[in-house]
């Protein structure tokens, strides 16, 4: 257990020298799987629902948004469905909640293997500046596609493709084909 | 003992948060050990280099398939108590179609990106940070859209009531589907390693 709270609070240490994490390679993918698959079950057996992350953002948009403006959402059924009726916060949210889990389920796997790194994801091709654009503008697109979905890769792929959902299905299908129908035109971003 | 407890009534929706909470820890863990937490990693799946997104999404699937189904078969889950989401066809098609495409473009989905902030990935922050502004434009037209957004509603629809097959046969038929997905993913990484990203960390 000491180990494990040091390599965490490792991660904010100004000495690296002290305690130092071997970047560890990610583990075997079809343990991985079954492993993001007893999660699931988990939340079925548990709470009666599945997996999802697009729907915490919405409610932080809704809420955002709300702030700024609070005559717009009232008069915006989208708005106001993630809002509730105002008896509660809304963002006393499930998926809220599962959302901040998993910022800090994936901080103390990453630094258990010695993975938190500040730093950019990009393939050899590309500046770093034009990454962060196409990190945003492929983050807006989805967030499109996700609401007119109905849910995300978590919400409607995993969790309906788990229930044998057909929408699900169809949705998982599609996300396949979108992505290698685009990846011949995006592979100087990547390769 | 009866499934979902939540549905039965073990614990109230305060409890229900605390849980989330929980299960979400778990989900990030498991996202992050997956490799999920890199953009590179995630995007080469379309590049036929490493196919980890297949093969720990279908894992995954089948796990929570199988598992829900044994456990509905000798009566622990109650499945009319599961949350399904209601299908609505050609907006679902049209959205995972631009949810694929903004895949590859910004080489997360919804939930890694976070994983990816967590660990450190400025462009994770912007993905979100792109989310968050997609989702704004979405709710800013859906006065709009409202109709396309409803439209073709085929109600709470699983594969086993539309094709008309037992539940039985359909968890068969997907496990048996993964099995080849999985061997086609192995035999193809072997064939693009040169270019797997994970062999050049």
Redesign the interface.
């Known amino acids: 257990m000491t180990t494990i709270v040091q390599k965490i609070s490792s991660v904010f240490a100004k000495d690296k020298e002290l305690v130092e994490v071997k970047t560890k390679p990610y583990s075997n993918p079809y343990l991985t799987g079954i492993g993001l698959g007893l999660v699931l079950l988990a939340a079925f057996v548990i709470m009666g629902r599945g997996l999802g992350a697009s729907g915490a953002m919405s409610t932080l948009v809704a809420v955002g948004v709300n702030t700024v403006a609070p005559e717009h959402t009232q008069s915006n059924p989208f708005y106001s469905e993630y809002l509730g009726d105002g008896t509660t916060s809304p963002l006393k949210d499930w998926l809220v909640f599962e959302v901040l889990g998993v910022l800090a389920g994936g901080f103390i796997s990453g630094s258990l293997a010695g993975r938190v790194k500040k730093g950019i994801e990009k393939g050899p091709n590309i500046t770093s500046k034009k990454r962060l654009l196409y990190a945003f503008v492929g983050g807006s697109l989805m967030g499109i596609g996700a609401k007119l979905a109905r849910g995300c890769t978590s919400g409607q792929a995993l969790t309906g493709g788990a229930l044998l959902n057909l929408g699900s299905w169809a949705f998982m299908m599609m996300i396949f084909a979108g992505g290698y129908a685009a990846a011949y035109f995006l592979r100087r971003q990547w390769l | 003992m009866n ?5 039965f009534g073990l614990f109230n929706s305060d409890v ?20 999920f ?5 995630l ?5 036929f280099s490493n ?2 997104v297949l ?11 199988l ?2 189904y044994y ?1 509905s078969v000798i009566g ?2 109650d499945l009319s ?9 050609l ?34 922050l ?14 800013e037209v ?2 709009y859209i ?1 109709d396309f ?1 409803y439209s073709t509603n ?1 109600g ?7 094709f008309h097959l037992s ?1 039985g046969l ?2 068969f038929l ?1 496990v048996i589907m993964a099995v080849g997905a ?1 061997a086609l993913a192995e035999w193809s990484e072997k064939k693009f390693a040169h ?1 797997n990203p ?1 062999n050049q ?1």
């Open positions: 499934a979902p407890f939540y549905k229900s948060l605390i849980i989330a909470f929980i299960i979400g820890i778990a989900f990030g863990f498991a996202l992050e050990r997956g490799g937490g890199s953009a590179r990693i995007a080469a799946q379309f590049y196919m980890r093969k720990v999404m279908f894992t995954a699937i089948v796990t929570a398939m598992g829900l456990l622990f889950v108590l599961i949350y399904i989401s209601e299908t609505y066809i907006p679902q098609v049209v959205g995972g179609l631009i949810l694929g495409v903004g895949f590859v473009i910004g080489g997360y989905c919804p939930g890694t990106s976070v994983v990816s902030f967590a660990t450190g990935k400025l462009d994770g912007m993905y979100i940070l792109g989310l968050m502004f997609g989702i704004f434009i979405f709710g859906f006065p409202t957004y085929m709470s629809v699983t594969l086993p009531q539309y539940y359909v968890v997907v999985f270019r994970e960390l």
